[in-house]
């Protein structure tokens, strides 16, 4: 089942990508503005780009309550015995950077308000 998914979506992608580049096989073009179907695609867009903002704040949130400091022995307590060849280094905590990682998961979320901001200012006319 996995494999009949990936395929299909791997097939999608490519049709995409050579839809875009080939004019002649753009047939949904006179479909995708017909008038009444305009408002379907601002509702799907409005769903979207809700889900998506919704999934970046529960990513901050989730940076927020992460915390900074994860001693060796909870990093290894999933093996039994010590794994050989591990530095003494790779023994020691792992530090998070709060910073560095609410950077990384807020940079989505403001690009995408930007677009969501954007698009509803061409959308609106």
């Known amino acids: 089942m996995r494999r009949l998914l990936l395929a299909l979506a791997l097939g999608l992608v490519l049709f995409w ?5 080939l004019p002649q ?4 073009s006179p479909v995708a503005f ?10 799907l ?6 889900l998506f903002v919704a999934i970046q704040i529960s990513l901050l949130w ?8 994860i001693p ?3 990093v290894s307590a999933g093996s039994q ?9 790779a023994r020691a905590e792992v530090r998070i950077d709060r910073r560095l990682e ?4 807020a940079l989505p979320l403001v690009g995408t308000l930007v677009l969501i901001g954007v698009t509803a200012h061409l959308i609106g006319g």
């Open 62 to 69: 989730a940076v927020r309550r992460f915390p900074s400091r």
């Open 34 to 43: 017909h008038p009444r179907l305009v408002p379907w695609f601002q509702g």
């Open 102 to 105: 609410y950077l990384w998961t």
């Open 72 to 74: 060796w022995v909870e």
């Open 25 to 28: 096989l753009r047939f949904w």
């Open 81 to 89: 015995q010590e794994p050989r060849g591990v530095s003494p280094l």
């Open 17 to 21: 990508l050579l839809a875009s580049y």
């Open 45 to 50: 867009l409005l769903v979207g780009a809700v």
